[in-house]
């Protein structure tokens, strides 16, 4: 069961992290970092790792990324963006 949902600008983001992944260092690479981002946030879902308040959100950091999410009344997490460290987080579409 899914624990987590992903919004359409996650989604978006998650694709283009794949992408520029893969182009810079192949498909299994690109694969892998995706699979690290969903299992973090997995893990976030199910309480086996603790996310850090951001704004009115939450955040976790998966390699070069930051996780912006909220938490739902039935314990899911709602995934808003999936971020770069390097962006200007603040100039981004806040949730």
């Known amino acids: 069961m899914t624990r987590y949902t992903l919004s359409p600008a996650a989604k978006h983001d998650i694709t283009e992290i794949w992408l520029y992944t893969a182009d810079q260092w ?15 946030l997995y893990k976030v879902a199910v309480g086996l790792r603790i996310a850090q308040p951001f704004d009115r959100h939450w955040k976790i950091r998966s390699g070069h990324h930051l996780c912006v999410f ?21 100039s981004q579409e806040r949730p």
């Not at 498909?27 to 892998?32: G, L």
């Not at 039935?74 to 603040?90: G, T």
Request: aromatic share 2%; proline share 3%.
């Open 70 to 90: 909220s938490k739902a009344a039935d314990h899911k997490i709602h995934v808003i963006r999936i971020l770069h460290e390097r962006m200007d987080i603040p």
């Open 26 to 40: 192949g498909v299994d690479q690109a694969d892998e970092y995706v699979r690290q981002i969903e299992d973090n």
